[in-house]
């Protein structure tokens, strides 16, 4: 029902995906039946009977350590790795994908225990190593995540004692840090202890593992309950949980946050785990989960307070997953910043809110909250494409200061350690 009223919403690109998926197939059976003869398997050979394939018109299938890919002979011609058609020093194509022929062919097909090689009909000659072709497949990478994730509840995440690292090795030990990253990655939130408590030294820390992505709040934040900017956060009031910058159209990747002072009462930090409950809903409910990840919505920060005069804009809907594993890689959630919904039908709304309620719901689990009291020396990290973050409110003076991070940086650093992101 709800999906043909999002057909009805976006009738254009329904029609081109359709159009777009269908067209390759109908082409290949066509000629498969003209030709039969074409569809023949062959094989390595008795010595090594580990790969097998076949020839169809348009890509070839092969067999390999019991898997099954399906490779199209233009993507298969684009990926040659060749000398002249691309260059192993900057890890760039040089071939020119628009000379090659949309219906190319190869020439020749010979395959050993290790190795595909096709030759194309200008006598050029590719080799592609059966291990490659098994990692860059589309079947492969179905079935893997871009990013491995842990997953919490409360009860999950204390159990898992995950270390903290202290503000020496972070700073001075590549295990320190690569630890620190790794924990981060798998959980979406991780500390480090023992920062001396100024803004120069949470700056410190932020550098090691990132550039800091300077926004419309400055390079480095401060926040106190001054009302200084035109936001709930800089009041005493108990903040919702929710994900940080949803009115940019990239929301900021990750965010540090580290309280310098509080003398008063409240003021703790809520945590959530906000793949954990999109998964709950994912399981339970999977055409609310469509419908959040299908239906885009409009932040908005209006601000005229002092001399800060913004307007930020940000649209995309509340779920974001892979098209072709359908893994979650962001959740854009924050009631108090969503802006007017006016891009949805009266009809397919209703719809909506009844999905919002049920993510809400699974996110207002006390089972799902973490709360912590920020101290001064214990600087928090958070992954805001992931975990969703609130406080209670507060008495008395409370500074906080922080920073956002370019996701890119944090995670070229990871890779660099080694680490799968
Ligand atoms: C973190 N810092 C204090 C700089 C800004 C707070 C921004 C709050 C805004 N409602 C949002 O959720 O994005
Ligand atoms: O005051 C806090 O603990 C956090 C406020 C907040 O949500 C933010 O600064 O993004
Ligand atoms: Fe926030």
Partial sequence: MWCRRLAWLYPETRRLLTKVAKRPHRWTTKLQRSSPSV?????????????????????????????????????LRDHCRSASCYNSKTNQRSLDTASVELDIKPAQVRVDETTLYLTWPDGHMTRYGLEWLSQNCYE??????VQPRILWSTQSYKEANVPSVSYLDFLETGEGLRDFLQNFLLYGIAFVEDVPATREETQKVAERISHIRETIYGKMWDLTSDFSRGDTAYTKLALDRHTDTTYFQEPCGMQLFHCLRHEGTGGRTLLVDGFHAAEQVRQNHPEDFEILSNVPLRHEYIENVGESHNHMVGIGPVLNVYPWNKELYMIRYNNYDRAVINTVPYDLVRRWYSSHRILTTELRKPENELWVKLKPGKVLFVDNWRVLHGRESFTGYRQLCGCYLTRDDVLNTARLMGLKS
Wanted: proline letters at 7%; one cysteine or more; charged letters at 10%.
């Fill in 39 to 75: 569809v023949r398997w062959l094989s390595t050979g008795p010595g090594t009977p580990e790969c097998s394939w076949v020839l169809h018109p348009g890509h070839m299938e092969l067999l390999y350590s019991g898997a099954s890919m399906h490779l199209d002979y233009v993507w």
């Fill in 140 to 145: 492969g990478q179905k079935q893997q995540l």
